[in-house]
């Protein structure tokens, strides 16, 4: 299923997924290019779910974001309509993952909060259900000054 696909199992190498494969593929690559140009990077995920019919969007890292306040005031993750880009994620956290290995957390413990979320949904809405696991890439220039 989708699921298996994107995510797999932690049985062996061969059985992850697509989302574990390319957070490890993403970082060699980092790695490598750090080591042959010097160039500096900066990984960020996020995890939002999009539940039921009425589509409402859940962030799924609030729970482990440093300093997160889930107040009333929030207006939590909503979408909003970008004239260039289309529709954009908006207040969603956004947490650096400076190794592969925090990235996997993160994927973890979004998995985790989706399956508590989840617990007590129809069949319907946890069909209905998909998360949005996204890794923000940050390439930063070294000017000749160091800056």
């Not at 298996?4 to 060699?28: E, H, N």
């Not at 409402?56 to 890292?61: I, T």
């Not at 399956?115 to 890794?135: I, K, N, P, V, Y």
Request: net charge positive; aromatic share 6%; proline share 4%.
């Amino acid at each position: 299923g989708k699921s298996y696909t994107m995510i797999g199992k932690d049985s062996s190498p061969q059985s992850l997924g697509i989302v574990p494969c390319a957070i490890s593929w993403l970082f060699r690559l980092i790695e490598e290019r750090r080591e042959r140009m010097g160039t500096r990077f900066s990984v960020r995920v996020s995890a939002v779910e999009v539940c039921g019919r009425d589509q409402s969007l859940r962030d799924l890292l609030a729970e482990v974001a440093p300093g997160s306040l889930q107040d009333a005031q929030s207006p939590g993750v909503y979408l909003r309509e970008d004239p260039v880009c289309g529709a954009q994620l908006q207040n969603q956290s956004e947490l650096r993952a400076p190794t592969a290995e925090k990235a996997a957390f993160y994927l973890d413990a979004a998995l985790a909060a989706r399956s508590t979320s989840r617990a007590g949904c129809s069949e319907d809405a946890r069909r209905s259900s998909h998360m949005l696991f996204t890794l923000h890439v940050y390439q930063y220039r070294m000017e000749k000054c160091g800056r």
